[in-house]
């Protein structure tokens, strides 16, 4: 990007055009003075950083990766629990992954993060360090949760962000029902018995409770029987 057509105040550029120190707080504080508040310190470290401490080249990158039309693109392809919320007992540590993807046309630049947005605080870290990522390709992203110790429904919502703060993509979000520990083992075991009651054979029914078996018909009665019995004897 070539700063000199950018609108910028001319006074502003001639400061710090002449601004030939090598204090490293100086420069992050020059930076932040000419970009903005929006520009957080530890943003402005990281385009001084990329640029080699060079006050030139850091304003023309934030710019390059602020510009409208240049703010990367993210979808999310595939989360495991995208359609149910997840039942889990207090105090439960687990792992929560996705598959997202730059569905954009520009490469994520170094130093983007997925990072906790709002709703419920209820996983180990609020960011995430990513790599680059090249347009139209995917990784997996994964961090860890621990559900809270008094039962309810908590939501946390996650986005991808530039190191300049800028929120990009689509958002992501983790829903989990807390259960007592009582209701929870309740549950596990009701579902148990469906499974076993699922995949059990029928049992053999007692043809005497059949009246229509094959083997029940030619069974002869107790009445047939005595009276056969009886005819038998007259005849002896």
Same mark, same amino acid.
């Given at each position: 990007?070539?700063?000199?057509?950018?609108?910028?105040?001319?006074?502003?550029?001639?400061?710090?055009?002449?601004?030939?120190?090598?204090?490293?707080?100086?420069?992050?504080?020059?930076?932040?003075?000419?970009?903005?508040?929006?520009?957080?310190?530890?943003?402005?470290?990281?385009?001084?950083?990329?640029?080699?401490?060079?006050?030139?080249?850091?304003?023309?990158?934030?710019?390059?990766?602020?510009?409208?039309?240049?703010?990367?693109?993210?979808?999310?392809?595939?989360?495991?629990?995208?359609?149910?919320?997840?039942?889990?007992?207090?105090?439960?540590?687990?792992?929560?992954?996705?598959?997202?993807?730059?569905?954009?046309?520009?490469?994520?630049?170094?130093?983007?993060?997925?990072?906790?947005?709002?709703?419920?605080?209820? #996983?180990?870290?609020? *960011?995430?360090?990513?790599?680059?990522?090249?347009?139209?390709? !995917?990784? %997996?992203?994964?961090? @860890?949760? $621990?559900?809270? #110790?008094?039962?309810? *429904?908590?939501?946390?919502?996650?986005?991808?962000?530039?190191? !300049?703060? %800028?929120?990009?993509? @689509?958002? $992501?979000?983790?829903?989990?029902?807390?259960?007592?520990?009582?209701?929870?083992?309740?549950?596990?075991?009701?579902?148990?018995?469906?499974?076993?009651?699922?995949?059990?054979?029928?049992?053999?029914?007692?043809?005497?409770?059949?009246?229509?078996?094959?083997?029940?018909?030619?069974?002869?009665?107790?009445?047939?029987?005595?009276?056969?019995?009886?005819?038998?004897?007259?005849?002896?």
């Amino acid at each position: 990007m070539d700063v000199d057509n950018d609108p910028l105040d001319q006074n502003l550029l001639r400061q710090f055009n002449c601004l030939c120190t090598t204090d490293k707080e100086n420069l992050v504080k020059g930076l932040r003075e000419l970009i903005g508040d929006q520009l957080t310190e530890s943003a402005a470290v990281f385009f001084l950083e990329m640029n080699d401490w060079n006050m030139h080249r850091a304003v023309g990158t934030y710019f390059d990766v602020n510009n409208e039309g240049a703010i990367p693109s993210m979808s999310l392809v595939r989360d495991e629990n995208s359609e149910n919320v997840l039942q889990l007992p207090p105090n439960l540590r687990f792992t929560k992954s996705w598959e997202v993807k730059n569905n954009g046309r520009i490469k994520w630049p170094p130093g983007c993060t997925l990072q906790f947005n709002g709703g419920d605080s209820i #996983s180990v870290y609020t *960011s995430l360090p990513t790599t680059t990522l090249e347009p139209g390709c !995917t990784m %997996t992203l994964s961090t @860890d949760f $621990i559900t809270p #110790s008094k039962p309810g *429904s908590y939501q946390s919502k996650w986005r991808m962000m530039l190191p !300049t703060g %800028t929120y990009f993509g @689509d958002t $992501i979000w983790t829903l989990v029902q807390v259960e007592d520990n009582d209701s929870f083992q309740n549950e596990l075991s009701r579902q148990l018995v469906e499974s076993i009651n699922l995949g059990s054979p029928m049992q053999d029914q007692p043809n005497a409770l059949n009246p229509f078996s094959t083997s029940q018909q030619n069974q002869p009665t107790n009445q047939d029987t005595d009276t056969q019995s009886n005819m038998e004897s007259d005849i002896l």
